[in-house]
């Protein structure tokens, strides 16, 4: 109560008389309107937390101060009747405000019809808020119905898909999964509506242009008959993936190619000598004692005793 500041309209004497009934609740931060113009500039001015209109004095009445001062603000109004009942036929039709007190009422009920009117305010706020977030998000939220018909989708939807809102929403969800997706996605859902969660499913939807997308939900059910989802276009993301996967095998394949390679011992095909990582030519002796803890003792093989030393041999004892 203390701290809230009151815009009282209505004829002075009523006006003060209600300034003091207010300090008796509690409400003692309270300014006085004649008139509606004098209202909307006093609203404009001093920004109060919630506007008691009274009678409709001067040249601007009620319901056009209040029109003209949530066209600026967003301040609650709590209107003080004398009568019920629908308006007179000399007066034009409006519709019934919400806040409404009539009287006789006591200082209790006038605290409460305050207090009521400024918490309505804060959820109307907060629902406004909640719509505004709900229709500038870049993610894809939704409300989908146990039938399978989406109940609500934001924005984002005909953003990333293609397709209008009431499109999406004129089919069953699953019509829009890939086929090779709906099986597991029915499945995700089943265990949604009996009270578990989704975090982290991913599947793709049908674009209007034919194509899919990849997306990342989160889903839940607080309320019986209704899944609450908020989904993520991964799109890019797979894709990136699939490209690093790619150039992975890529590197993969190709390091098991060098490898095969290394593997590989090039020799001269007339003089066997061995080429080494440097490019340079060594011997079979030299290249493999630098290679290996290998020692070579020297001798003859039998076919090199019959083709090379025995014929050296006869031509020495020839001469």
């Given at each position: 109560m203390a701290g809230v500041r009151i815009l009282v309209v209505g004829d002075p004497v009523a006006a003060r008389e209600m300034g003091v009934r207010l300090a008796t609740v509690g409400y003692v931060e309270a300014t006085i309107a004649a008139s509606g113009a004098e209202a909307v500039a006093t609203a404009a001015r001093?920004?109060?937390?919630?506007?008691?209109?009274?009678?409709?004095?001067?040249?601007?009445?009620?319901?056009?101060?209040?029109d003209a001062i949530r066209r600026q603000h967003s301040i609650p109004t709590l209107?003080?009747?004398?009568?019920?009942?629908?308006?007179?036929?000399?007066?034009?039709?409006?519709?019934?405000?919400?806040?409404?007190?009539?009287r006789p009422f006591s200082d209790r009920e006038l605290g409460l019809a305050i207090e009521l009117a400024l918490r309505r305010h804060d959820a109307e706020e907060a629902v406004h808020e909640l719509d505004r977030f709900f229709s500038a998000s870049i993610d894809l939220f939704c409300f989908l119905d146990f039938n399978g018909y989406f109940r609500r989708l934001n924005p984002?939807?005909?953003?990333?898909?293609?397709?209008?809102l009431e499109e999406l929403m004129s089919r069953p969800f699953i019509e829009f999964v890939h086929p090779d997706d709906r099986e597991r996605t029915l499945t995700q859902n089943a265990r949604v509506r009996t009270g578990d969660q989704a975090m982290g499913f991913e599947n793709r939807y049908l674009c209007k242009d034919g194509s899919y997308r990849w997306?990342?939900?989160?889903?839940?059910?607080?309320?019986?008959?209704?899944?609450?989802?908020?989904?993520?276009?991964?799109t890019e993301q797979k894709r990136a993936e699939e490209e690093r996967a790619l150039l992975t095998?890529?590197?993969?394949?190709?390091?098991?190619?060098?490898?095969?390679?290394?593997?590989?011992?090039?020799?001269?095909?007339?003089?066997?000598?061995?080429?080494?990582?440097?490019?340079y030519w060594h011997s079979v002796e030299s290249y493999i004692s630098?290679?290996?803890?290998?020692?070579?003792?020297?001798?003859?093989?039998?076919?090199?005793?019959?083709?090379?030393?025995?014929?050296?041999?006869?031509?020495?004892?020839?001469?």
């Open positions: 001093s920004a109060p937390d919630l506007i008691l209109m009274d009678a409709a004095p001067g040249e601007m009445d009620g319901m056009a101060a209040v209107f003080v009747t004398t009568e019920s009942g629908p308006p007179s036929p000399a007066e034009p039709t409006r519709a019934v405000p919400r806040n409404v007190l009539e984002a939807w005909e953003t990333t898909l293609g397709f209008t997306l990342h939900w989160n889903a839940a059910s607080r309320i019986a008959g209704v899944i609450y989802s908020v989904a993520r276009d991964v095998r890529t590197l993969e394949a190709s390091l098991a190619e060098v490898r095969a390679l290394q593997d590989i011992l090039p020799i001269c095909m007339y003089c066997k000598q061995i080429r080494d990582d440097k490019d630098r290679h290996t803890n290998t020692r070579f003792s020297h001798g003859i093989c039998p076919s090199c005793l019959a083709t090379e030393v025995e014929p050296m041999l006869k031509e020495l004892e020839d001469r």
